[in-house]
């Protein structure tokens, strides 16, 4: 079954300490992005990826590191999360030349 | 850089009837607009999309219109289902790399 799987789907945290939201597709897809999610603001993209070693930043990348080593997968890091980043976040993934087709379930982080 | 705005932010029919939301776009060099419906705590879902050398897609029920010159592109839903309940995202991109998107609607399909 083709899908992007998220980990975790619910984290609460406090300020500063590192976490990493792991993402993973099992579609072979060159495209991967991250979003947040905040309420009335709609979907917003932090970072996206065209394809291995090749990473960009979105709308709103500040506070995020991501990596791209393999194909299939695509962290998200906050290396010292702080009450802002407080969301619900999703990664996608889609064919080469494409747009954000598959989405994750949503991991929804707490920073206190 | 590009932004894009959506209305109406909330949007209610009778079932049956049709639904449009509009979005307009800053950027003239977007030349990729998807649509997104969203369920109640459901991830987004691609429902269709447009590119700019084509001024209007159809799949069923929904339709997508582009006009380039105005900067405007729209979703029509017509005959209305229940099932049409959620909120509906528009977004533009440049070659579907980085991606911007509106603020969303939500949709009340009322019996």
């Known amino acids: 079954e083709a899908q992007v799987t998220q980990n975790p789907r619910y984290l609460i945290t406090v300020t500063g300490k590192k976490l990493t939201v792991t993402c993973s597709q099992n579609m072979n897809h060159e495209y991967m992005s991250w979003y947040r999610q905040d309420p009335g603001l709609g979907l917003r993209q932090i970072y996206y990826s065209m394809n291995v070693e090749v990473t960009d930043k979105g709308d709103v990348p500040e506070g995020y590191k991501v990596s791209r080593k393999e194909k299939r997968n695509f962290p998200l890091i906050l290396e010292s999360p702080s009450p802002n980043q407080t969301s619900l976040y999703f990664c996608a993934s889609s064919p080469r030349g494409s747009r954000p087709q598959h989405f994750g379930d949503g991991t929804r982080l707490s920073i206190l | 850089g590009e932004n894009v705005e959506q209305h109406p932010s909330t949007l209610s029919v009778q079932e049956g009837d049709s639904a449009v939301i509009k979005c307009t776009y800053s950027?003239?060099?977007?030349?990729?607009f998807p649509w997104y419906k969203q369920e109640l705590g459901k991830r987004p879902q691609l429902i269709i999309d447009i590119r700019s050398n084509v001024g209007e897609k159809k799949d069923q029920r929904i339709a997508v219109t582009l006009n380039k010159t105005a900067k405007h592109f729209s979703l029509h839903i017509t005959e209305t289902q229940p099932e049409d309940s959620a909120v509906y995202f528009c977004a533009a991109s440049i070659s579907g790399d980085k991606i911007i998107f509106g603020k969303g609607t939500r949709l009340h399909i009322l019996p």
């Open positions: 950027d003239s060099a977007s030349n990729y």
